[in-house]
């Protein structure tokens, strides 16, 4: 197919009002003369969605993006690290890994130690080791970059690490000798659960996972883009948390298989459910059965065969934020012949990171900003194109849609990813005596993960929001910790970091100048000392890691 449809070029009214296939002038505001003149339209948007590569070319398409380093490879960037006093790269790590520790180990050969140091301190080492946004973590922070070089590839390393004691079925952690007869109810069996569980377990208690899903991992296993992590990863971790003594129950929803009462039965109550369905668009022509929404097209990808998988040749994706673009790339390389992005904001008020946005564009996706959806179009029941309106900013500072600015682009799927909902309602369902804060989150202690219920303990997305998978671990692991001090009266000792954003605009060494964000943090600074500091960056600022 032609790429005669360039989306980033002004005037986008102009660009359109001809049918640049076939010729056809044809008035695009209407959808109903576009398809009965153009025969690009006529010809390729009314066909339904099928698969568009064979198997060996989606699994090439596919593959790990960042594959595993060999010896060699791994001997070679770990004898880079300068083993930093005070390393940044600890501080900018929510699971506080000690890093130039385990960097150390691989450069002695000692791997399975590096991978000791690296599954006690973050029980998901191995997914966070592809999937953190290392970039604005712990790579971002890492002291090399004030030497205008490239920051240890700390990720990498620690994938090889994990790696080793994972392929060569190294077991490496044990259950506590001593019981303290606590049991504790995790509901969800994501990041952010396991991460309690495999805590609690470590301290003595005892960890029932409640997971609706027929496999534990949460978005690990069902929602990560496949080209950086396969299902199995997160699968072997889960067979690891069950290996220290933590009982899954899978296929169990609670609030309809368990009840409230049932779960006062335990010591303590861990909240871990992640984020609800993707939001709605409430345009006309969303329930066409091309329309699609992000969280189910990649779930599809880790649990259909790929070469099974329908994509569009013409793909829209409405958002902008890091689940819009996984959703963009997948979709090229799963052969959508074009893929659009369409944002109604700014590229500079995009939430998803600039090597998420750069991957996309290597990948061939185009980004139409500034762009907002009116309407689904459509053909006898298959989606035919997208009405979209211009959009800009008002004086005081609001969106508007530009009146007359309306413009019709042909598409065959249409691929929401404009946010999550927040479990509000589940929750007071539940836990009707929870507060929450105005955003449908929990309010909870930072360092204790305790909600305003004292045996009801919160972490990962459905308390933060939603942030990384590394960010659920820590919080899932502080709140194992909180309720260790609330059963025993006894503190842990040991690194409790705070959840991070990262920063949107890359990397910036050693973050003196412009540290990665920490919310906890910031608002006890503002407590401290309110006038005493200056103001974050702006670009940090307007960072919500939010469609
Ligand atoms: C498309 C997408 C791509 C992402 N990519 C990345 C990435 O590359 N890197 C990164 O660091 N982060 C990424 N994230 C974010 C990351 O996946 C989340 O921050 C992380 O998974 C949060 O963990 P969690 O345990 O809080 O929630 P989840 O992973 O959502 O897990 C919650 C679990 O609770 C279960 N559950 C819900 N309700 C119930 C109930 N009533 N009863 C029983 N079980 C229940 C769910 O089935 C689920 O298994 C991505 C997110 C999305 C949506
Ligand atoms: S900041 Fe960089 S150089 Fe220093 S210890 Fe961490 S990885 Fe090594």
């Not at 959808?31 to 568009?52: E, V």
């Not at 409405?318 to 979709?331: E, K, R, S, V, Y």
Request: charged share 20%.
């Amino acid at each position: 197919m032609r790429r005669d449809w360039s989306v980033n070029v002004e005037p986008m009214a102009e660009r359109v009002r001809q049918c640049l296939h076939c010729g056809a002038e044809a008035d695009f505001l209407d959808i109903r003369a576009a398809t009965m003149r153009c025969n690009y339209l006529q010809d390729h948007l009314t066909m339904p969605l099928g698969p568009k590569l064979s198997a060996d070319q989606l699994a090439a398409n596919l593959a790990d993006i960042a594959p595993r380093y060999t010896e060699q490879q791994a001997l070679l960037e770990s004898s880079r690290c300068l083993f930093c006093f005070d390393a940044p790269c600890i501080t900018a790590c929510p699971t506080g890994i000690d890093i130039p520790a385990f960097i150390k180990k691989i450069m002695t050969g000692n791997v399975t130690g590096a991978a000791r140091t690296i599954l006690t301190a973050n029980i998901l080492g191995a997914s966070c080791a592809r999937v953190c946004p290392t970039e604005v973590l712990c790579e971002g922070a890492c002291v090399m970059l004030d030497r205008d070089s490239d920051p240890i590839k700390i990720g990498r390393l620690q994938r090889y690490a994990t790696d080793h004691v994972y392929e060569n079925r190294i077991q490496i952690l044990q259950p506590a000798a001593q019981k303290s007869g606590k049991r504790v109810a995790i509901i969800g069996g994501g990041p952010a659960g396991m991460g309690c569980a495999a805590e609690l377990v470590h301290l003595g208690h005892d960890a029932v996972i409640f997971e609706r899903q027929p496999e534990a991992g949460g978005l690990n296993t069902y929602g990560i883009a496949y080209y950086k992590m396969k299902p199995a990863v997160s699968l072997e971790e889960v067979e690891l948390v069950k290996s220290l003594g933590v009982e899954f129950r899978c296929g169990v929803e609670v609030g309809t298989d368990v009840t409230r009462a049932e779960l006062d039965q335990y010591d303590a109550v861990f909240i871990g459910v992640g984020l609800g369905e993707g939001h709605r668009l409430r345009i006309p022509g969303e329930d066409l059965a091309q329309v699609v929404d992000a969280l189910r097209f990649i779930e599809q990808i880790h649990t259909q065969p790929l070469h099974q998988i329908p994509v569009g040749a013409r793909v829209a994706v409405l958002g902008c934020g890091n689940t819009a673009i996984d959703a963009a790339t997948q979709a090229r390389r799963l052969g959508a012949d074009e893929v659009v992005v369409i944002y109604r904001r700014g590229e500079g008020d995009m939430s998803a990171y600039a090597f998420e946005y750069d991957l996309a564009k290597r990948d061939g996706a185009s980004f139409l900003f500034h762009h907002a959806p009116v309407k689904v179009l459509g053909q006898n029941g298959n989606v035919t194109g997208l009405q979209l309106v211009q959009t800009r900013f008002n004086q005081s500072g609001a969106l508007e849609s530009i009146e007359g600015s309306e413009i019709i682009l042909p598409f065959d799927m249409v691929i929401k990813a404009v946010g999550q909902q927040k479990q509000s309602d589940w929750l007071m369902k539940i836990f009707p005596e929870l507060k929450l804060n105005r955003n449908g989150t929990m309010g909870r202690d930072f360092e204790t993960g305790q909600t305003s219920l004292r045996h009801v303990f919160a972490g990962g997305d459905c308390a933060n929001g939603g942030r990384e998978v590394v960010n659920a671990v820590g919080e899932g692991k502080k709140a194992a910790r909180g309720m260790h001090k609330m059963f025993c009266e006894a503190t842990v000792v040991g690194p409790i970091q705070p959840s991070r954003w990262g920063v949107p605009d890359g990397p910036y060494g050693s973050g003196l100048d412009a540290p990665i964000r920490v919310p906890e943090l910031e608002e006890k600074y503002e407590q401290i000392s309110p006038a005493s500091h200056p103001a974050p960056a702006a670009s940090a600022l307007t960072s919500t890691n939010q469609e």
